[in-house]
């Protein structure tokens, strides 16, 4: 599907933001490795959580849909051995994750994926595995992968990267692992896996950057997911740079782990009003009520990007509209996500008239510059740099075009509807 942005006029009015990625991966499986019943609220749709969905249904997991909005995961037996490969689509979290479910389970299994994922790099997930005492069989630490059922031990293990991803694959192979488990990373990733493990009972301890985990039985307990800060950022920044705008953004999950991207926003002088704080199922929620802004120009590096990793290309084109020069360092892994983002952003927003160079860990681009659009942009099989280009052409000149942007139903079917609600 190919469409076409215009220069937009002002956000106007209040939408609700769907529901957060991460934790939904997360209500899936964690649920699927209970002993009972449990229900999950308001989970995304994306087709992420979906391949994640099906293969816990490969793996013998009852999963019976009550409505749109809520599904029961019916684990009362153990995973048994899928009959064909699991299929994880398009999704990094899906493949790390299981594999370190499936690596002290009975039975063997293999996981595949698309292009994409095949490209990109597993020994983070299966180097450390193997010093549990898993059994993997890979070409080059890419997809396919085959896992042959072990009994797992217990490792201390320091990571070298800030990884939620991995981080989360070496817990869920400590749930099942003898003894105990400790993982650091050297700054904080997402904890949503922690605070899921808390609330489903496991028997962790979080001591800063260093986790503790015994052997493990999660109990099922219902799990509402929240708003996803990663979704809510593509509004955030359109609102902050299309002049005139203030519009509400509920329901959006603040996770200290996920909310650099309001401190860094705030930091450039975004106008973010965070309202109506509560907790949902062991996570912050809040509304964010966000007008346009002078931005200025910020550096960003170090701890800092792990909380807001995914929201970079979005904030590098905040940065186009920002007085100054933004230098944004210490970024190297977003070349291994679904496209290598870098190198993505760099081309796509030099086409629409952006100043900005890649370097080999971040950018370097100088603001505030008017935006000529009138051109053809590609989205590198790549959902968030097809809805960042999205909001770059809502202050482009002229029209842009982007094609394929379907991607976004990777993470955001929902998306285009949204912005029409508040662009009429
Ligand atoms: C995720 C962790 C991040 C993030 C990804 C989702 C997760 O990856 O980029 O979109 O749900 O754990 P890394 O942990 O590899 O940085």
Redesign the pocket.
């Known amino acids: 599907m190919d469409i076409t942005i215009e220069k937009s006029k002002p956000l106007k009015g209040s939408i609700i933001i769907p529901a957060d ?2 934790i939904t ?2 209500a899936f499986m964690f649920s699927a490795l209970t002993k009972g019943k449990a229900k999950i609220s308001d989970f995304s749709k994306g087709a992420d959580c979906m391949s994640t969905l099906n293969i816990i249904k490969q793996l013998g997991v009852n999963v019976e849909f009550l409505n749109e909005k809520e599904l029961i995961i019916d684990a009362c037996n153990a995973l048994r051995s899928p009959k064909e490969a699991l299929d994880c689509g398009n999704s ?2 899906t493949t ?2 299981m594999a370190g479910i499936l690596a002290g389970q009975h039975f063997n299994s293999k996981l595949t994926g698309d292009i994409s994922l095949s490209k990109r790099p597993m020994k ?1 997930v299966i180097a450390p595995l193997e010093m549990m005492g898993a059994k993997i069989k890979h070409n080059d630490y890419k997809l396919p992968i085959e896992i042959f059922g072990s009994n797992l031990n217990g490792i201390k293990y320091i990571s070298p ?8 694959c070496i817990l869920l192979a400590g749930l099942n692992a003898d003894g105990q488990t400790i993982f650091s990373e050297p700054y904080k ?2 904890n ?2 922690e605070l899921m493990f808390e609330y489903m009972g496991a028997d962790i301890t979080i001591n800063n950057n260093t986790i503790t985990l015994k052997k493990s039985q999660l109990n099922p307990v219902e799990i509402t997911v929240c708003g996803d800060i ?1 979704s809510a950022a593509f509004f955030i920044i359109a609102a902050l740079i299309v002049p005139g705008s203030d519009i509400i953004l509920r329901n959006v999950g603040i996770n200290e782990t996920r909310s650099g991207i309001i401190d860094i926003l705030k930091a450039m002088n975004g106008s973010i009003e965070i309202q109506n704080e509560r907790v949902i199922s062991n996570e912050k929620v809040a509304d964010l009520r966000v007008k346009y802004s002078d931005l200025k120009a910020v550096t960003i590096e170090g701890s800092i990007i ?1 909380r807001l ?2 929201e970079i290309p979005v904030i590098a084109v905040a940065a186009t509209q920002a007085e100054g020069t933004t230098i944004i360092k210490d970024a190297q ?1 977003l070349r ?2 679904e496209a290598d983002r870098i190198s993505a952003v760099k081309t796509e927003l030099f086409k629409l008239g952006a100043d900005i160079e890649e370097t080999q860990d971040g950018f370097i681009i100088n603001g505030k510059k008017q935006l000529k659009g009138d051109c053809e942009i590609e989205c590198y099989n790549d959902h968030r740099i097809a809805m960042s280009c999205y909001v770059a052409g809502l202050v482009c000149k002229k029209p842009i075009k982007i094609n394929e942007f379907q991607w976004v139903n990777i993470s955001f079917p929902e998306f285009l509807n949204l912005f029409s609600l508040i662009n009429s």
Do not use: E
């Open positions: 990625k991460s991966h997360r990094g979290t790390r994750l983070r990267l800030a990884s939620a991803q991995v981080k989360s990733s997402r949503h896996t990663s792990p990793i995914d892994d291994n996500k």
